[in-house]
């Protein structure tokens, strides 16, 4: 394999891939590590990550539809979403305890008191608080406006605080 005229050495596979591949490819580079962290804030590990990659396989299938659609992520989300409720209703999500080399302090009972709350309040509270995605980002991914995002937060942050036994004064 030569240079190619950019300079770039080009990719078995990937370079010479016909355009909607490399697009493709692209597309999920930039979404996946978004819409799994969702699916598995909302449903667990493993539901979470099967869900994902179904939700992507679609997104292959049907990728000149979804392409130019305005929020690509977003209906990705929703047929993870649907595939995964299936899966969760047979075996509900655990959460496991983070591990202490991953953290170097978490509260034990966090994981428990994750799973206490409603679904949307969970995934909210994980993607913004634990992955760090804004409110606009949640909103976008989630396909619910800010202020849902916004309240969802704080009704979650309120229960943990109640379930954890922590208070507005030690925070």
Known sequence: MGVMNDGKVPVAGVDDAPVDVRS???FVAEVEPRLR??????FGP???RDATAEALAVGWEKW???RVMDNPAGYLYRVGQNRARR???????VLPPPSSEDIP?????LP???SKLSFRQRQVVVLV????FTHAETADLLGISRSSVQSHTERGLQRLRTTLGVSDETR
Do not use: I, M, Q
């Not at 302090?105 to 009972?109: D, K, L, M, N, V």
């Not at 608080?129 to 760090?132: A, K, L, P």
């Open 37 to 42: 962290r969702a699916l598995v804030a909302g």
């Open 112 to 114: 428990a008191a994750l």
């Open 64 to 66: 000149e539809k979804v």
């Open 24 to 26: 493709f490819g692209v």
């Open 105 to 109: 302090h978490f509260e034990p009972g």
């Open 129 to 132: 608080h634990g992955y760090g």
């Open 87 to 93: 899966a969760f209703r047979l075996v509900p999500s």
């Open 46 to 48: 493993v539901a979470g």
